[in-house]
């Protein structure tokens, strides 16, 4: 008798993140069956990859981490796995270090949990975002792991549309969370952070922690309504089910999805067509760039700003249409500023981005 069918489904979105990653890794040797070989002791060769899972103790991360135990020996791949501790309420420490048993209770190895300090940077919910990347990044670099698992599930991704659907940020807010990505704002980790149940719901992936009997932590945060996301979650979601039917989860996903191609699209075009606007002194020219479809400009204009020094993460869609009226609305203005105290400016049919 197999498995119980939310548990089959966790393995499955699991195994096949970890065929990717060993997939990505052409360079490593491997054994006739597939698998890679265990290190040889004295020269190290043939070390085996190590993939963490981001374990907060949820539902969702607890799943995670028993299907990582679960499918990464088969493939003859390590797994360990780290908790943040991000400090914000009372007796975290206790709670990150309570995660750690689970966590080593299923195989995993090494687990660790780490400390970070949270700042004020954009609010709460973006400031404890970016502790816990950069948490995640220093140990991932640190034990030289291939990649990270995340536990975002498909109602994580819906919730994420909507809120990008909120701020008006164009198609690449509605995209939502990628399969693959280095995390906010890192690039330079293109290939770090997997997150496997992006087609799987919660209450998948809450189900498997039953049936396998796995204790779990409910963040007491995700109910408090100070939180944006979980007013979205615990009152808009409904809502939005209640008005429209069921189904609008799923909906959102195939959406973010669906925008993701597109935005994959034009943001290539716009790489591409970026070194057609420019001089031969490498300035954009504003007569080129009132030429281009405004959604490629608009890209030409957001990868010069970022170029220049502004923050990707602060850069806005009300901040690129100010320097766009510079090419399509020009009546003399004055230059912009950027956030990173960048300022753009049109001179001479040129437009000047540059930090102040």
């Not at 195994?15 to 990505?24: A, I």
């Not at 990859?49 to 493939?75: H, N, Y």
């Not at 400090?87 to 975290?92: F, W």
Request: aromatic share 4%.
């Amino acid at each position: 008798m197999g498995p119980h069918p939310a548990v089959a489904a966790i393995r499955l979105a699991v195994r096949r993140v970890l065929h990717d990653v060993l997939t990505e890794l052409t360079d490593r040797p491997r054994t006739p069956s597939g698998a890679f070989p265990c290190a040889d002791p004295r020269t190290g060769a043939g070390t085996p990859p190590l993939v963490l899972v981001a374990c907060s103790g949820g539902a969702d991360s607890m799943a995670l981490a028993s299907a990582l135990a679960f499918e990464a020996p088969k493939l003859g791949i390590r797994a360990g796995g780290i908790t943040v501790d991000h400090g914000l309420q009372d007796g975290s420490d206790q709670r990150a270090a309570e995660v750690v048993v689970r966590m080593t209770a299923l195989g995993l190895d090494p687990v660790e949990s780490v400390a970070v300090r949270v700042g004020r940077d954009g609010g709460p919910e973006a400031a404890a975002r970016d502790a816990r990347y950069g948490a995640l990044d220093e140990a991932a670099d640190r034990l030289g792991a291939a990649a990270v698992l995340l536990g975002h599930t498909r109602d994580d991704q819906a919730e994420t549309v909507l809120l990008g659907l909120a701020r008006g940020s164009g198609i690449r807010s509605l995209s939502g969370m990628p399969e693959v990505s280095g995390g906010p704002g890192r690039p330079g980790r293109s290939h770090r952070y997997r997150r496997p149940f992006l087609q799987v719901d919660r209450q998948t992936a809450r189900k498997a922690c039953m049936v396998q009997s796995l204790a779990v932590w409910d963040d007491p945060h995700n109910m408090d309504p100070a939180y944006t996301r979980s007013r979205l979650r615990h009152e808009g979601l409904p809502a939005l089910e209640k008005a429209l039917g069921k189904g609008v989860v799923e909906a959102l996903a195939r959406t973010a999805q669906l925008s993701r191609d597109d935005a994959d699209a034009l943001d290539a075009w716009a790489a591409e067509a970026e070194g057609g606007v420019r001089d031969e002194d490498g300035r954009l020219e504003c007569a080129k760039l009132y030429a281009l479809p405004p959604a490629v400009r608009r890209r030409v204009l957001r990868r010069a700003v970022v170029a220049a020094g502004s923050p990707a993460g602060s850069l806005f869609a009300r901040h690129i249409e100010e320097v766009d009226r510079l090419i399509t609305g020009w009546r003399g203005q004055g230059a912009i500023n950027l956030p990173g105290r960048v300022e753009a400016q049109r001179q001479g049919g040129r437009l000047v981005i540059r930090q102040g």
